[in-house]
Nanobody, 117 residues
Framework: EVRLVESGGGLVQPGGSLRLSCAAS????????MSWVRQAPGKGLEWVSA????????YYAQGMKGRFTISRDNAMNTVHLQMNSLKPEDTAVYYC??????????WGQGTQVTVSS
């Protein structure tokens, strides 16, 4: 059974930090590009960041580079998103996504991040 389980969300004050984690199982993790995608209340999905299968390439959406850092541990089948200098507009449900070049894709159930004073 394929599973992507996010954790690490919560309530944080503006300027604070959170580290999201996504634990993967049931598929060949190191064959997949891993991404984080978020959905703010009342809005559509927004791509946040991605990391290549071997971790050598990372990508960030505008406004997130320099604040967010994506990483992966293929030995542990995990991907992380370190989020610093959080803003209220970062409030969203954050989803973990696994995507393969041949079209297979999997999603986690999401973890809520709320940035508020």
């Amino acid at each position: 059974e394929v599973r992507l389980v996010e954790s690490g969300g919560g309530l944080v004050q503006p300027g604070g930090s959170l580290r999201l984690s996504c634990a993967a199982s049931g598929f060949a993790f190191d064959d997949y590009t891993m991404s984080w995608v978020r959905q703010a209340p009342g809005k559509g999905l927004e791509w946040v960041s991605a990391i290549s299968w071997n971790g050598n390439a990372t990508y960030y959406a505008q406004g997130m580079k320099g604040r967010f850092t994506i990483s992966r541990d293929n030995a542990m089948n995990t991907v992380h998103l370190q989020m610093n200098s959080l803003k209220p507009e970062d409030t969203a449900v954050y989803y973990c996504n696994a995507a393969a070049t041949w079209g297979a894709a999997y999603w986690g159930q999401g973890t809520q991040v709320t940035v508020s004073s």
